[in-house]
């Protein structure tokens, strides 16, 4: 007899609906839910691909420990679990409290109870060194929404629905759907914005959406200087909205900032025509409603914080901040977590590795291995949720050198992955399927608003454990009261208080027939009266000071750079996420199986390489040898290459090691002066490489 189970999925922020049909306490088909009130049958291929995991021979489903020889076996959760405390309990004893560190890696933004259970832990215990993938994707916006709104989950979304005109920087839709800009079918979204006349225009250094829009074609990590050429083009010429500029406070000095960067001064180091430049800044100054987005293609640059902001001084500049068709703010069922440092200079901490504000996504990824070897104290146990650094951070083979060097490293995860291998224990996690969750990350940046909870669909397999549950047993290994207790309702305590302000609560979402409730929007008009002390943004805040000296710096650096440099950035691809599908062997028959260099046919040309050989890239930090691949959508200047591949080495997923790739992330610039000081963000693309064929 067949089970039908509405549930979601949970690989990105999208969230779409699923049906899942369980046989025999088995899912034996996972398909879209076509009576989903939002996604509405919506689904990608890689969603529904997540069943080959649920089903994959190759995960944990019992600990793990390394023995002498360094291969691993099996072991009781009791001895895991006593091992981890008692080890825990030495290094802290011994080094501090401090000395212990956690990594939370992206899917834990998806899992509703991971990261808190795994944060109360580590605060527990006494130290505040957490690393998150945000160092890696989002921080800049985790910074900016603390500084503009006072809490990192604060955002403004486009409004799709409404907006005459839509400026999309660094994003790729198609591929990625959407972050910090929630929709299923984003592609259909946007051609319905040119459907009614609107304008589409993405601005990337590859053409990536052929089906929709227009794309500027910019040079990569100089997306801020846009930003701020458009902005005094708007100034010197139709001038800024006189309500918005009205409620900028120290506007001359905003004004003294971009116009450093004049259309004729940028257009070379942008790699856009001045003219461009300015007719770019008149169709959005002069559409009737207009929407600025801005992700991962910029957000992993060196000035992923301040081009954001730049992108709250255009909205608002223009009229257009918290107006329909604008930018607006999107309702919400989960209240946003409060600021976690002080929005000014003394939230940035000094440390031996320079001055840097932390923040939701703690510290900084890039200074991982520094804070291993040379951290006072150093770092002496890590735990890994749901996170591979060793492929998602940059250091490549030294990295991997300075985790094997800890006292105690543990991974709770599905798989062991390339960092597992590296790790004293491995605990198995339960995965989508087989826990409750709450869609609580994407509120507040949904096109469409809903709150979405889902039961376990099947039980764990094997001796699979939730986060919740093993936090609470090393809480009390170490006489720690759990946060958390092993069979507590932690959806209800975090959330029940704001849901209520919906009439809603987690009991009712349990008991309807989906789970999903669809919230009424949030009415444009008094946002900056709600969100800030006067009702006005600060034109030069202070936070940003070292963000807007290094802009000044690397301009010049920009603009002392050969012709012929090539810059590295990073490509999405439909046929993986990360590192999170590595091991699905479906995905191996195809593009999947491989992580080529990508370039334009006028570099190929340029350097001697053909179609399919093999070259040598490296840079200061590293080296790597890949397949070469023609792309003519891609910027002359320059190469991409897709991250989470690396897996010579990881002998807990065979299909992965038998197709492993390169770790590009050997190329990504490390230690001091290497990451965004405003946010932490490590600099993932738009990175100087040299190339040669072999």
């Known amino acids: 007899m067949t089970t039908v189970r509405p549930t979601y999925c949970r690989l990105c922020e999208v969230g779409c609906g699923l049906v899942a049909e369980v046989e025999g306490g088995r899912i034996v088909r996972l398909r879209p839910d076509k009576d989903h009130p939002v996604s509405a049958g919506f689904a990608c291929n890689k969603g529904l691909l997540s069943l080959d995991v649920h089903h994959d021979p190759a995960r944990v489903s019992v600990p793990q420990r390394r023995a002498a020889d360094g291969t691993f076996v099996d072991e009781t959760w009791d001895d895991a679990l006593d091992d981890i405390a008692a080890r825990l309990a030495a290094i802290v004893d011994e080094h501090g409290p401090s000395s212990v560190a956690m990594y939370l890696g992206n899917p834990t933004a998806f899992n509703a109870i991971a990261g808190p259970a795994a944060g109360l832990f580590l605060l527990q215990i006494g130290s505040d060194r957490i690393f998150t993938a945000g160092s890696q994707d989002c921080g800049n916006k985790f910074a900016i929404g603390e500084l503009l709104w006072g809490s990192a989950q604060t955002h403004l979304v486009a409004d799709l629905d409404r907006t005459d005109h839509v400026l999309l920087l660094g994003t790729n839709p198609r ?38 829009g227009e794309t500027v074609q910019i040079k990569p990590d100089t997306d801020v200087y846009l930003l701020a050429a458009m902005l005094h083009e708007i100034d010197r010429t139709v001038g800024f909205d006189p309500d918005g500029a009205a409620l900028v406070t120290d506007l001359d000095q905003l004004r003294a900032f971009v116009a450093q960067f004049p259309a004729e001064r940028v257009a070379p180091i942008v790699g856009i025509d001045a003219t461009r430049i300015a007719a770019m800044a008149a169709e959005f100054a002069g559409a009737p409603t207009a929407s600025v ?16 902001w730049l992108t709250i001084m255009l909205s608002m500049l223009t009229g257009n901040l918290d107006r329909p068709g604008g930018n607006v703010p999107a309702t919400r069922a989960t209240a946003p977590t409060p600021m976690s440092q002080p929005a000014g200079p003394e939230g940035f901490v000094d440390t031996p590795w320079g001055s840097f504000r932390p923040n939701a996504g703690g510290q900084p990824g890039a200074l991982l291995g520094s804070m291993i070897r040379e951290g006072d104290p150093p770092i002496r146990a890590l735990i890994s949720v749901a996170g591979n650094p060793a492929l998602s951070i940059g250091g490549g083979d030294d990295l991997a050198d300075a985790l094997a060097e800890l006292d105690l490293l543990v991974t709770v995860d599905f798989y062991r992955n390339a960092t597992g291998e590296l790790a004293d224990h491995v605990l198995p996690a339960l995965d989508w399927y087989e826990r409750q969750d709450l869609n609580t990350f994407v509120q507040g940046t949904q096109v469409t608003p809903y709150v979405q909870w889902t039961g376990p669909v099947v039980e764990p397999a094997g001796e699979r454990r939730s986060e919740q549950w093993i936090f609470a047993a090393l809480a009390e290994r170490l006489g720690h009261p759990p946060v958390f207790g092993p069979d507590g309702d932690v959806l209800s305590m975090l959330y029940d208080g704001t849901l209520a302000e919906h009439g809603l609560a987690m009991a009712a979402l349990r008991q309807s027939a989906d789970g999903v409730a669809v919230l009424a929007p949030t009415d444009t008009g008094g946002f900056l009266e709600r969100m800030t002390p006067d009702g006005t943004l600060d034109g030069s805040p202070a936070m940003l000071g070292p963000a807007r000296e290094r802009a000044v710096a690397l ?120 990451f965004d000081p405003v946010s932490t963000m490590s600099h993932l693309t738009g990175i100087p490489v040299e190339v040669a064929p072999i």
């Open 175 to 212: 591929i990625s759907k959407g972050s910090f800009l929630v929709m299923p079918d984003p592609v259909a979204k946007l051609a319905e914005v040119e459907a009614r006349g609107g304008t589409v225009r993405f601005v990337d250094p590859r053409h990536g959406e052929p089906k929709v």
């Open 293 to 308: 987005h801005v992700s991962t293609g910029v957000n992993m640059g060196r000035h992923g914080a301040l081009a954001y």
């Open 555 to 674: 301009f010049d650096e920009l603009a002392a750079e050969p012709d012929d440099q090539l810059k590295l950035i990073t490509r999405r691809t439909s046929h993986t996420i990360n590192s999170a599908l590595q091991n699905v062997e479906r995905l191996k028959k195809g593009a999947g199986a491989d992580n080529p260099l990508w370039l334009s046919p006028t570099d190929a040309e340029r350097l001697g390489v053909v179609d399919g050989s093999r070259v040598r890239v490296w840079n200061r930090f590293g080296q790597v040898e890949a397949a070469a691949r023609l792309d003519d959508t891609l910027r002359p200047g320059v190469v991409a290459m897709t991250h989470g591949f690396g897996n010579a080495r990881t002998h807990g997923q065979p299909v992965a090691r038998a197709h492993p790739g390169v770790n590009v992330n050997a190329l990504s610039p490390v230690g001091p002066g290497t």
